[in-house]
């Protein structure tokens, strides 16, 4: 089976109302719609446990408006919450596994879930009970948690057919700043138009089949590897953590056509021997996309002179952007950029001061925000002004337009560290790290990595009395282990004798950042 979407307005309606699975359970249901490491799904039934799902939710009281929570691994009922949460109104806050069952509790508690999912295999999930204390309804998947119902008990004896009435629901993730607290990215409305990147990375049914690299919570998995491969019927392969041979395995196997990566998947990749990568079969592959931070130009021209030209850039974040996306024969022509803005009166670069410079100079990108659909920071307007200027928006990126109206990234405000894909805030790291008693002041950092894009640094400053020495290094090392979640933890440690401060005493981040960017012709 292979159908045209874009004028289906059977499809659309069915899209509008959270059930794009269920259009397509009915015409493709003995297709593969999920394989996974922990159980594989056909169309008819993944949609019939998400009806059941679905039951069960409005059943306790979870419903349009109210907000459903999920942290667990790359698992089936990770997409049956999401597709039961898409037809009943409810909003679908994804957590990320690695955090602490604290860090994890919070965020349960912020977007005021009323109903959790939780991965028993998780480490945390013996402590997670304390964190859930404002849910209705607990289950639990991979085994059993105290105060939990078992998942697969729960939804039993459910209707398995499509609920009656069913209403379009939303997705709103978690997302840090400045301050460590995450926040998370609330829209009143959905967006009018699907993103330009996720068109093209949505494949068609009966043809193809999608790679789920990455843990589905991110924004960036979530967007390309289930919300349009789920919209579009198309089945959907994900890994339970990435591995380079793996993955080249998993592509011959279900004859992958579409994935999503990040530049640390290509470089592992590009560092695998030849003889291995020559092994398996990589001709089903149409589609390859990359972003969620910059990729060093060599290693992009590497990646390209293997897979062909069918790898593509998109530039965006949580929050929204441009809908920038630049495919492999105008990247080639235009080696850096991330593509060029589809519609230049929603971008534009400005400076310190708020006016726009001049093009080919450098400055701060802010975007529009659209009428319907534009972001705010649930329960949190004091933030949500931080990042608006009137209309416009930014996700503190620097850089500029060339001639063309190519935009190319060169910079980004001082706060944000970006690796491996995943955003990492410093300010949580600087809040941790202050509770050692020989700290008096520190100031975390991304320096360069070659793999990773960027790695934590913290430069400290100690308190009087105490002195540098391998020991406290490893000592500081140990109490960061136990503080803070082990991707947030910093990979090396520099001790100052007095950070930079602004007259105010404010620690001037960029300039810390600084040194270990010179000679580099991008600062990120």
Same mark, same amino acid.
């Given at each position: 089976m292979s159908e045209d979407l874009s004028e289906n307005a059977e499809f659309e309606d069915a899209f509008q109302h959270g059930m794009a699975l269920a259009y397509h359970a009915a015409r493709q249901a003995d297709d593969l719609a999920l394989a996974t490491a922990y159980g594989d799904r056909t169309f008819a039934q993944l949609n019939a446990r998400t009806n059941q799902l679905a039951r069960l939710l409005l059943e306790h009281g979870v419903g349009a408006g109210d907000s459903v929570a999920v942290v667990s691994r790359n698992r089936p009922e990770f997409l049956e919450t999401y597709a039961a949460a898409l037809r009943t109104g409810i909003r679908f806050t994804p957590v990320n596994f690695h955090l602490t069952a604290q860090e994890a509790g919070y965020i349960i508690d912020n977007c005021e879930a009323k109903a959790v999912v939780y991965d028993a295999g998780l480490a945390t999930a013996g402590d997670v009970l304390d964190h859930t204390v404002n849910c209705s309804l607990r289950l639990s998947v991979s085994g059993d948690i105290p105060g939990f119902d078992d998942f697969d008990a729960a939804i039993a004896g459910y209707g398995v057919g499509d609920i009656e009435e069913p209403v379009r629901g939303s997705t709103m993730l978690y997302t840090s700043g400045t301050t460590g607290r995450p926040k998370g990215v609330y829209r009143r409305q959905p967006p009018v138009q699907r993103s330009n990147a996720q068109s093209l990375a949505s494949g068609r049914a009966g043809v193809d089949r999608n790679l789920c690299t990455g843990p589905a919570y991110h924004a960036a998995p979530l967007a390309f590897n289930v919300t349009s491969p789920l919209n579009a019927g198309v089945g959907i392969v994900m890994m339970d953590k990435w591995d380079a041979v793996e993955m080249l395995r998993l592509i011959a196997e279900y004859a992958i056509t579409h994935t999503h990566m990040v530049a640390t998947m290509f470089h592992r990749l590009l560092q695998l021997p030849v003889e291995v990568r020559e092994a398996h079969d990589l001709t089903s592959l149409?589609?390859? %996309?990359?972003?969620?931070? &910059?990729? &060093?130009?060599?290693?992009?021209?590497?990646?390209?002179?293997?897979?062909?030209? %069918?790898?593509?850039?998109?530039?965006?974040?949580?929050?929204?952007?441009?809908?920038?996306?630049?495919? !492999?024969?105008?990247?080639?022509?235009?080696?850096?950029?991330?593509?060029?803005?589809?519609? &230049?009166?929603? !971008?534009?670069? %400005?400076?310190?001061?708020?006016?726009?410079?001049?093009?080919?100079?450098?400055?701060?990108?802010?975007?529009?925000?659209?009428?319907?659909?534009?972001?705010?920071?649930?329960?949190?307007?004091?933030?949500?002004?931080?990042?608006?200027?009137?209309?416009?928006?930014?996700?503190g990126d620097m850089g500029y337009f060339d001639t063309d109206g190519f935009l190319f990234l060169n910079g980004r405000s001082a706060e944000t560290i970006i690796s491996g894909g995943v955003n990492i805030y410093p300010q949580e790291i600087d809040s941790a790290l202050l509770e050692h008693p020989a700290i008096g002041d520190v100031c975390t950092v991304g320096v360069p990595s070659d793999e990773w894009g960027e790695e934590v640094k913290a430069v400290v400053e100690l308190v009087p009395g105490e002195t540098p020495s391998d020991e406290l290094r490893a000592a500081i090392m140990q109490h960061a282990r136990q503080a803070l979640s082990a991707f947030k933890c910093p990979r090396s440690i520099e001790f100052v004798a007095e950070l930079p401060r602004l007259p105010s005493g404010k620690i001037q981040r960029r300039l810390v950042r600084a040194p270990y960017w010179e000679g580099r012709g991008t600062k990120i």
């Amino acid at each position: 089976m292979s159908e045209d979407l874009s004028e289906n307005a059977e499809f659309e309606d069915a899209f509008q109302h959270g059930m794009a699975l269920a259009y397509h359970a009915a015409r493709q249901a003995d297709d593969l719609a999920l394989a996974t490491a922990y159980g594989d799904r056909t169309f008819a039934q993944l949609n019939a446990r998400t009806n059941q799902l679905a039951r069960l939710l409005l059943e306790h009281g979870v419903g349009a408006g109210d907000s459903v929570a999920v942290v667990s691994r790359n698992r089936p009922e990770f997409l049956e919450t999401y597709a039961a949460a898409l037809r009943t109104g409810i909003r679908f806050t994804p957590v990320n596994f690695h955090l602490t069952a604290q860090e994890a509790g919070y965020i349960i508690d912020n977007c005021e879930a009323k109903a959790v999912v939780y991965d028993a295999g998780l480490a945390t999930a013996g402590d997670v009970l304390d964190h859930t204390v404002n849910c209705s309804l607990r289950l639990s998947v991979s085994g059993d948690i105290p105060g939990f119902d078992d998942f697969d008990a729960a939804i039993a004896g459910y209707g398995v057919g499509d609920i009656e009435e069913p209403v379009r629901g939303s997705t709103m993730l978690y997302t840090s700043g400045t301050t460590g607290r995450p926040k998370g990215v609330y829209r009143r409305q959905p967006p009018v138009q699907r993103s330009n990147a996720q068109s093209l990375a949505s494949g068609r049914a009966g043809v193809d089949r999608n790679l789920c690299t990455g843990p589905a919570y991110h924004a960036a998995p979530l967007a390309f590897n289930v919300t349009s491969p789920l919209n579009a019927g198309v089945g959907i392969v994900m890994m339970d953590k990435w591995d380079a041979v793996e993955m080249l395995r998993l592509i011959a196997e279900y004859a992958i056509t579409h994935t999503h990566m990040v530049a640390t998947m290509f470089h592992r990749l590009l560092q695998l021997p030849v003889e291995v990568r020559e092994a398996h079969d990589l001709t089903s592959l149409k589609f390859v %996309i990359h972003g969620a931070a &910059p990729c &060093p130009v060599h290693v992009k021209r590497a990646i390209i002179e293997w897979f062909g030209p %069918i790898v593509h850039e998109y530039y965006a974040a949580t929050e929204g952007g441009n809908n920038f996306v630049i495919d !492999s024969a105008t990247w080639l022509r235009k080696p850096g950029s991330v593509g060029k803005t589809p519609n &230049p009166e929603n !971008s534009r670069i %400005i400076d310190d001061e708020g006016g726009e410079v001049a093009q080919g100079e450098s400055g701060y990108i802010y975007f529009r925000a659209p009428e319907i659909g534009r972001f705010e920071y649930f329960k949190s307007p004091e933030k949500t002004a931080e990042t608006y200027r009137g209309d416009w928006f930014t996700l503190g990126d620097m850089g500029y337009f060339d001639t063309d109206g190519f935009l190319f990234l060169n910079g980004r405000s001082a706060e944000t560290i970006i690796s491996g894909g995943v955003n990492i805030y410093p300010q949580e790291i600087d809040s941790a790290l202050l509770e050692h008693p020989a700290i008096g002041d520190v100031c975390t950092v991304g320096v360069p990595s070659d793999e990773w894009g960027e790695e934590v640094k913290a430069v400290v400053e100690l308190v009087p009395g105490e002195t540098p020495s391998d020991e406290l290094r490893a000592a500081i090392m140990q109490h960061a282990r136990q503080a803070l979640s082990a991707f947030k933890c910093p990979r090396s440690i520099e001790f100052v004798a007095e950070l930079p401060r602004l007259p105010s005493g404010k620690i001037q981040r960029r300039l810390v950042r600084a040194p270990y960017w010179e000679g580099r012709g991008t600062k990120i």
